[in-house]
């Protein structure tokens, strides 16, 4: 299993990025998928997640900006962010969910599979 996470790079204050998540290996419709991120010096937090039924939850930072979906038969999930900040800067990484994908994952620790991570800067 593999998670391949792109889309990051460098966008000015109010712009927007998307980035991916593929996943190869084996089909991942099943599993919840999440997007969590770490800035330098800080601790990794959750950001968004979607489950196998499609369902979506998003930290407060992230509601009304990022946008988490999915298409299985890419076996890619997305993370649509509008309106970035500054303090969105972090490297970004995507996380599978394979034994309870059914129902939304906010911690790290049901995740068994993750991303390498994609860097996003954001410029004021």
């Known amino acids: 299993v593999q998670l391949q996470a792109s889309g990051g790079g460098l966008v000015q204050a109010g712009g927007s990025l998307r980035l991916s998540c593929a996943a190869s290996g084996r089909t991942f419709s099943s599993s919840g998928m999440g997007w969590f991120r770490q800035a330098p010096g800080k601790e990794r937090e959750f950001v968004a997640a979607?489950?196998?039924?499609?369902?979506?939850n998003y930290a407060d930072s992230a509601k009304g900006r990022f946008t988490a979906s999915r298409d299985n038969r890419k076996n890619t999930v997305y993370l649509e962010m509008d309106s970035l900040k500054p303090e969105d800067s972090a490297v970004y990484y995507c996380?599978?969910?394979?034994?309870?994908?059914?129902?939304?994952?906010?911690?790290?620790?049901?995740?068994?599979?993750w991303g390498q991570g994609t860097l996003v800067t954001v410029s004021s």
């Open positions: 996380a599978e969910d394979i034994n309870t994908g059914w129902r939304v994952s906010t911690a790290s620790t049901p995740y068994d599979y």
């Open positions: 979607i489950t196998s039924g499609g369902s979506t």
